[in-house]
Nanobody, 121 residues
Framework: QVQLVESGGGLVQSGGSLRLSCAAS????????MGWFRQAPGKGRELVAS???????QYLDSVKGRFTISRDVTKNSVYLQMTALKPEDTAVYYC???????????????WGQGTQVTVSA
């Protein structure tokens, strides 16, 4: 069974920093580019940061210059360093990874359980 386990959320004051981590575990054949999404109360889920097929990071406009995505492919892990946090960054942050369970499986998106990030004014 594949699991994406996130950590690093919490409560921080405006202007503060947090680092989120996510690691994929379990048995699978192949993992694609991992990324981060978030969902604020009453809003839809939005892509925060991910990697393009050539390995370049891409970001939601509102977090550019403040958030940095990185990864360790040897550990099937992805990280999100968040700085200069604002109250509008408050949301549940989800790790996402496309996976193939076996060599004959289709790609399917897997999600972590989510980690709460709350930024106080």
């Amino acid at each position: 069974q594949v699991q994406l386990v996130e950590s690093g959320g919490g409560l921080v004051q405006s202007g503060g920093s947090l680092r989120l981590s996510c690691a994929a575990s379990g048995s699978f054949f192949e993992i694609g580019n991992m990324g981060w999404f978030r969902q604020a109360p009453g809003k839809g889920r939005e892509l925060v940061a991910s990697f393009t097929n050539d390995g370049s990071p891409q970001y939601l406009d509102s977090v550019k210059g403040r958030f940095t995505i990185s990864r360790d492919v040897t550990k099937n892990s992805v990280y999100l360093q968040m700085t200069a946090l604002k109250p509008e960054d408050t949301a549940v942050y989800y790790c996402q990874a496309p996976l193939r369970i076996t060599s004959w499986s289709n790609w399917r998106d897997h999600w972590g359980q989510g980690t709460q990030v709350t930024v106080s004014a």
